[in-house]
């Protein structure tokens, strides 16, 4: 049975460390008395236009199991890092807002995407109302794949880690801390260092998550623009 996290908020900040999984990660787990909250399986979707008007801002507009949620960036430098070891671990951390409420999330693609979008008004059955909305803003599905996830909880409040491994042949493991919009950040980044040091991750350099090893094997020239534009 899964008794993984629900988000109660339509926005939040995620801080999320990726590490290499191992087949010593489950007994690093078990070793630090990491509780198993389950494991579940689910498809990702994610939307674009032809051009990649959203990706390319960082945007990353996703629906999992009916659900729909925006990513968009933070302002690092509005956390206040200081230099040295915490720096460069933050270094290692990605911070996205969460936006889970479909009306907020569709103002706000909208405006991204003022330029594409067709203000004409259908007449639209519940079940055609994803396919209608997506259609006004020339939205089409760029990436889909399966994860099989299984997650655990250690002492550090909040705190949660995820193995991932995706239908595409890559796996991946995630330490991720959710904080309420216009809460502590560092203190997110903190508890993050203190488990990424008790499972031993070693490094300096970011894992790449699975939207950036799905595209660089599917779609190189999607990926090639989004290193270009630094969003990679």
Known sequence: MWRGRTSTTTMSVEVERKFVCNADTLKTLEKIGAVCLGQRQFCDQYFDTPTFKLTLRDLWLRKR????????PTAV???????????????????????????????RVKEVLKDVCEDRETETSRSQEDEAWLSRMNLVCF????????????????????????????????????????????????????TADMLGLTGDQRVEGKMSVYLKRNYPEHYAKLLSEHVL
């Open 65 to 72: 199991k009916e659900c729909w949620e925006l990513k968009c």
């Open 77 to 107: 430098n509005e956390e206040k890092e200081t230099s040295g070891e915490r720096s460069k671990a933050a270094a290692l951390c990605s911070r996205y807002k969460e936006i889970t409420n479909l009306p907020e999330i569709q103002l």
């Open 143 to 194: 990436a889909e794949f399966t994860t099989m996830r299984r997650s655990f909880t250690v002492e550090e409040e909040g705190v949660q880690i995820d193995l991932d491994q995706a239908d595409f042949g890559y796996s991946v493991g995630e330490i991720e801390v959710l904080v309420p919009e216009g809460g502590d950040v560092p203190s997110a980044l903190e508890k993050i260092k203190r």
